[in-house]
């Protein structure tokens, strides 16, 4: 795969991927910058921010944005994380321009029209709200909230509803002005494209953005810690974490093997052991979730009330067990495998090539060949895999119970158990 980069005066990045056998072309602006970046009093502003850059441009009201992507077929949209923010579109080959001006439109003259802010206010409110009606999706916050306590990496993406509606123009500004600078963004394109004709189109409407961002990113500390919520709802939902590695670290992909081992797919450990021997629950998991100075492993069940004095025992003496035995040629390369293939088909999509190159251009400044990335997961060893392990789940926990809960192991009885 070929990946183009140019780099405008400014800063800002500009990088390709041409397949001129397709019809079509996957494109974004991807902003290095989320609620971990927020200052608490405008916690949720990133999120908000994405949500009004749709309501009107210099260009285009809300209607006109919507009417000129699917007037040809388009498709846009845009997500915010917790150290990104991304406008995206597909289109058909011809009407590339048309997508990039748009979304260029999006960072460069955003009006945030008052009568606008008003209304989305309470669209954000009703997705604060259903997010909280969502079990398995707040308790992830909770989750987050306790492995970063007191810092912006821990607080909510959406924000506060309170805050949400304090918001107005002249805070939305100052917040794009600190954080939207050519050298935190990064613009991809992937599909039947010449490079030089889209770096002109982006040079065209971003070569005015500010070169530097004005802002220090807060440190990113995990803390670990309990927490424990009684809610009247079916299932409880059940966190563990512990501290992991960073987007940056040699061993990224150490950890997320031992995270497919555990728990990544159907025939994960935990997945054989807790559901299909035991059947104590429907859904079981591990993640790794890499930041750019921390991260955060996790193991998380939904399961009946009950079934939780059987269930965090099967856990404690798998995690247990991968500290103490080496994993066997066949698992370990089962899982390198599965990871292989997970990467090579990503590729296959337009739309998550975009994305793999524009963030590898934000977390390393360049771009990583296939090969490097294969040459780097069939590196790890039995050996890297114990001490990734123990590494790890040698870390303070994170303990996060949701629902009707009555007896289940405390925190300190938790520790003890995974000992």
Same mark, same amino acid.
């Given at each position: 795969?070929?990946?183009?980069?140019?780099?405008?005066?400014?800063?800002?990045?500009?990088?390709?991927?041409?397949?001129?056998?397709?019809?079509?072309?996957?494109?974004?602006?991807?902003?290095?910058?989320?609620?971990?970046?927020?200052?608490?009093?405008?916690?949720?502003?990133?999120?908000?921010?994405?949500?009004?850059?749709?309501?009107?441009?210099?260009?285009?009201?809300?209607?006109?944005?919507?009417?000129?992507?699917?007037?040809?077929?388009?498709?846009?949209?845009?997500?915010?994380?917790?150290?990104?923010?991304?406008?995206?579109?597909?289109?058909?080959?011809?009407?590339?321009?048309?997508?990039?001006?748009?979304?260029?439109?999006?960072?460069?003259?955003?009006?945030?029209?008052?009568?606008?802010?008003?209304?989305?206010?309470?669209?954000?409110?009703?997705?604060?709200?259903?997010?909280?009606?969502?079990?398995?999706?707040?308790?992830?916050?909770?989750?987050?909230?306790?492995?970063?306590?007191?810092?912006?990496?821990?607080?909510?993406?959406?924000?506060?509803?309170?805050?949400?509606?304090?918001?107005?123009?002249?805070?939305?500004?100052?917040?794009?002005?600190?954080?939207?600078?050519?050298?935190?963004?990064?613009?991809?394109?992937?599909?039947?494209?010449?490079?030089?004709?889209?770096?002109?189109?982006?040079?065209?409407?971003?070569?005015?953005?500010?070169?530097?961002?004005?802002?220090?990113?807060?440190?990113?500390?995990?803390?670990?810690?309990?927490?424990?919520?009684?809610?009247?709802?079916?299932?409880?939902?059940?966190?563990?974490?512990?501290?992991?590695?960073?987007?940056?670290?040699?061993?990224?992909?150490?950890?997320?093997?031992?995270?497919?081992?555990?728990?990544?797919?159907?025939?994960?450990?935990?997945?054989?052991?807790?559901?299909?021997?035991?059947?104590?629950?429907?859904?079981?998991?591990?993640?790794?979730?890499?930041?750019?100075?921390?991260? =955060?492993?996790?193991?998380?069940?939904?399961?009946?009330?009950?079934?939780?004095?059987?269930?965090?025992?099967?856990?404690?003496?798998?995690?247990?067990?991968?500290?103490?035995?080496?994993?066997?040629?066949?698992?370990?390369?089962?899982?390198?495998?599965?990871?292989?293939?997970?990467?090579?088909?990503?590729?296959?999509?337009?739309?998550?090539?975009?994305?793999?190159?524009?963030?590898?251009?934000?977390?390393?400044?360049?771009?990583?060949?296939?090969?490097?990335?294969?040459?780097?997961?069939?590196?790890?060893?039995?050996?890297?895999?114990?001490?990734?392990?123990?590494?790890?789940?040698?870390?303070?926990?994170?303990?996060? =119970?949701?629902?009707?809960?009555?007896?289940?192991?405390?925190?300190?009885?938790?520790?003890?158990?995974?000992?």
């Amino acid at each position: 795969m070929q990946v183009n980069l140019s780099k405008l005066a400014n800063g800002l990045r500009i990088v390709t991927v041409e397949r001129p056998q397709t019809e079509t072309v996957s494109l974004g602006i991807w902003v290095n910058t989320g609620s971990a970046h927020e200052p608490e009093e405008v916690n949720g502003i990133s999120h908000f921010v994405e949500h009004m850059v749709f309501k009107g441009t210099a260009k285009r009201n809300a209607l006109q944005i919507s009417e000129d992507i699917e007037n040809v077929g388009g498709q846009t949209n845009a997500y915010t994380s917790r150290e990104w923010t991304v406008f995206y579109a597909k289109m058909l080959k011809n009407d590339v321009e048309l997508a990039i001006d748009v979304l260029a439109d999006f960072v460069m003259a955003p009006t945030f029209d008052e009568a606008e802010m008003t209304k989305e206010k309470e669209v954000v409110v009703q997705e604060i709200k259903q997010t909280f009606d969502d079990p398995s999706d707040i308790v992830h916050d909770y989750f987050q909230e306790t492995a970063y306590a007191k810092q912006a990496l821990g607080r909510s993406i959406l924000g506060p509803a309170e805050k949400v509606r304090s918001f107005n123009a002249e805070k939305l500004r100052a917040y794009m002005g600190r954080n939207y600078a050519a050298e935190n963004i990064v613009v991809s394109a992937v599909g039947n494209i010449k490079h030089e004709n889209f770096v002109k189109m982006v040079q065209e409407r971003m070569s005015s953005l500010q070169p530097k961002k004005h802002f220090v990113p807060e440190m990113q500390v995990y803390t670990g810690g309990c927490f424990a919520k009684k809610r009247d709802i079916e299932q409880a939902q059940v966190l563990l974490g512990f501290p992991s590695i960073d987007h940056h670290s040699k061993k990224y992909y150490h950890a997320s093997i031992l995270s497919t081992i555990l728990g990544g797919s159907m025939s994960s450990r935990l997945f054989q052991e807790i559901r299909e021997k035991r059947g104590l629950v429907y859904t079981v998991y591990s993640f790794t979730n890499a930041h750019s100075e921390t991260g =955060l492993f996790g193991i998380y069940a939904g399961l009946d009330v009950e079934q939780i004095k059987n269930y965090l025992p099967v856990v404690a003496d798998e995690i247990k067990k991968i500290c103490n035995e080496p994993v066997s040629d066949k698992e370990l390369n089962r899982v390198k495998v599965q990871l292989k293939a997970s990467v090579l088909m990503a590729l296959e999509s337009s739309s998550s090539t975009a994305e793999v190159i524009a963030r590898q251009q934000l977390i390393h400044n360049r771009n990583l060949p296939i090969e490097e990335i294969v040459e780097r997961i069939d590196s790890v060893s039995k050996d890297d895999i114990l001490a990734m392990a123990q590494q790890i789940f040698g870390g303070k926990l994170t303990y996060t =119970l949701l629902g009707n809960l009555c007896e289940y192991p405390n925190y300190d009885e938790m520790q003890k158990m995974l000992g």
